[in-house]
């Protein structure tokens, strides 16, 4: 059974850094892709960043510079590496995974979802 499991959310001070994890448990295709994403409160769920099992990544322009996506355990792990975190990065942040090698920031190309882990960026 697939399953996708966020972790590594929490509060952190305007600048700082936090690292999310997202274990893809149950895959049985060799391509894929899986993408992070974002919603706030009152807000629509936006693409932050994807990766495709062939290596290929997709970022938002607001994420540019500041964020990196990357695969470890021959691609069951997808870390985003969030650094110099903003305000305006408070949301809950989801894994989510696409049949696609095609790593696009849409959500409705994307068929399995995780449980979201919370990200607060606050003083």
């Known amino acids: 059974q697939l399953q996708l499991v966020e972790s590594g959310g929490g509060l952190v001070e305007p600048g700082g850094s936090l690292r999310l994890s997202c274990v893809i448990s149950g895959l049985t295709s060799r391509y894929y892709s899986i993408g992070w994403f974002r919603q706030a409160p009152g807000k629509e769920r936006e693409g932050v960043s994807s990766?495709?099992?062939?290596?290929?990544?997709n970022y938002a322009d607001s994420v540019k510079d500041r964020f990196t996506i990357s695969r470890a355990n021959s691609g069951n792990t997808v870390s985003l590496q969030m650094n110099n975190l903003k305000p305006e990065d408070t949301a809950i942040y989801y894994c989510?995974?696409?049949?696609?090698?095609?790593?696009?920031?849409?959500?409705?190309?994307?068929?399995?979802w995780g449980q979201g882990t919370q990200v607060t960026v606050s003083s």
């Open positions: 990766i495709s099992s062939i290596g290929t990544t």
């Open positions: 989510a995974l696409s049949g696609r090698t095609l790593p696009t920031l849409r959500a409705n190309t994307y068929d399995s």
